[in-house]
T-cell receptor, first 114, second 112 residues
Framework: ETGVTQTPRHLVMGMTNKKSLKCEQH?????MYWYKQSAKKPLELMFV???????ENNSVPSRFSPECPNSSHLFLHLHTLQPEDSALYLC?????????????FGPGTRLTVT | KQEVTQIPAALSVPEGENLVLNCSFT??????LQWFRQDPGKGLTSLLLIQSSQREQTSGRLNASLDKSSGRSTLYIAASQPGDSATYLCAVRLDSNYQLIWGAGTKLIIKP
């Protein structure tokens, strides 16, 4: 276990549904990240939060809405998704956002959009 | 624009063999390079991190090398075991911030 948990582990949703992904870290870190991993493609960074403030939005469509109420919790709110949004969504955390700080990953949420 | 490539996409070898996984990157101006392991249903686990000033790092049966001038890194696994079966990802950091540029991974299967 890396100290980063994600729920749910699997999610199937229709294109008109609204759902949320949750990430929690128990490492005392200050930075949290959302990544998207599509089949046979490199990981794509979506959002970065540092001390609860969003520092990166990597041109992510507005149907993905992140929320970071505190340094330990990170949410990804989903609405009106498309089938191409089906992927593994990974959460990560690090002590800081500098290059010396290693990122620790959660197990991911496997999302299927029907 | 930095691109990271991992070839092959999949590899299957008998147990006990030594093997090499490859990672190449287009821009040699990197801060560091990291190898990760990803198991189904689990997150990514960091295996080795090589700073730009280093040539290699070792951990147990794993050895990672870095040749910045040629834009290549290799992950050497000695005496492979079925438990080594996983997807191995390579990622480079361009400068001293959090941005990681990822390869698509090599899926490794070790046959008993």
């Amino acid at each position: 276990e890396t100290g980063v948990t994600q729920t749910p582990r699997h999610l199937v949703m229709g294109m008109t549904n609204k759902k949320s992904l949750k990430c929690e870290q128990h490492l005392g870190h200050n930075a949290m990240y959302w990544y998207k991993q599509s089949a046979k493609k490199p990981l794509e960074l979506m959002f970065v939060y540092n001390f609860k403030e969003q520092t990166e939005n990597n041109s992510v469509p507005s149907r993905f809405s992140p929320e970071c109420p505190n340094s330990s919790h990170l949410f990804l709110h989903l609405h009106t998704l498309q089938p191409e949004d089906s992927a593994l969504y990974l959460c990560a955390s690090s002590l800081g956002t500098g290059g010396l700080y290693e990122q620790y990953f959660g197990p991911g949420t496997r999302l299927t959009v029907t | 624009k930095q691109e990271v490539t991992q070839i092959p996409a999949a590899l299957s070898v008998p147990e006990g063999e030594n093997l090499v996984l490859n990672c190449s990157f287009t821009d040699s101006a990197i801060y560091n390079l990291q190898w990760f392991r990803q198991d189904p249903g689990k997150g990514l686990t960091s295996l080795l991190l090589i700073q730009s000033s280093q040539r290699e790092q070792t951990s147990g049966r794993l050895n990672a090398s870095l040749d910045k001038s040629s834009g290549r890194s290799t992950l050497y696994i000695a005496a492979s075991q079925p438990g080594d079966s996983a997807t191995y990802l390579c990622a480079v950091r361009l400068d001293s911030n959090y941005q990681l540029i990822w390869g698509a991974g090599t899926k490794l299967i070790i046959k008993p």
